[in-house]
């Protein structure tokens, strides 16, 4: 049974920071390649950044040089460290299990977490 679980999602104002977590489970972190999507109110699903289990990593031009895509094998936990939050980043995003890291621009994936909402407002 595949299983991710994302936390530390939230709201912050412009210009803050949120470091998402995402632990797997009946997979590994260290062969898959695991990326967040995200969701926001009335827009389509969209790859934000993927990471495979040999560092290839895909961003979505709107957040290079703001998020950060990382994993800590041994925990088998993908990170995302969001920075310089803009209101166009609020949405609820998943963890989700790809097949090779450039689908990651597409909206589909072979397994989803349940979500979390972030929020970035004034």
């Known amino acids: 049974q595949v299983q991710l679980v994302e936390s530390g999602g939230g709201s912050v104002q412009p210009g803050g920071s949120l470091r998402l977590s995402c632990v797997v489970s009946?997979?590994?972190?260290?062969?898959?390649?695991i990326g967040w999507y995200r969701q926001a109110p009335g827009k389509q699903r969209e790859g934000v950044s993927c990471?495979?289990?040999?560092?290839?990593?895909w961003y979505r031009p709107s957040v290079k040089g703001r998020f950060v895509i990382s994993r800590d094998n041994a925990k088998n936990t993908i990170y995302l460290q969001m920075n310089g939050l803009i209101a166009e980043d609020s949405a609820i995003y998943y963890c989700?299990?790809?097949?090779?890291?450039?689908?990651?621009?597409?909206?589909?994936?072979?397994?989803w977490g349940q979500g979390i909402q972030v929020s970035v407002s004034s």
């Open positions: 989700a299990r790809l097949r090779a890291v450039r689908l990651c621009m597409f909206p589909t994936a072979d397994d």
């Open positions: 009946g997979l590994s972190a260290e062969t898959d390649v």
């Open positions: 990471i495979s289990g040999s560092d290839v990593s």
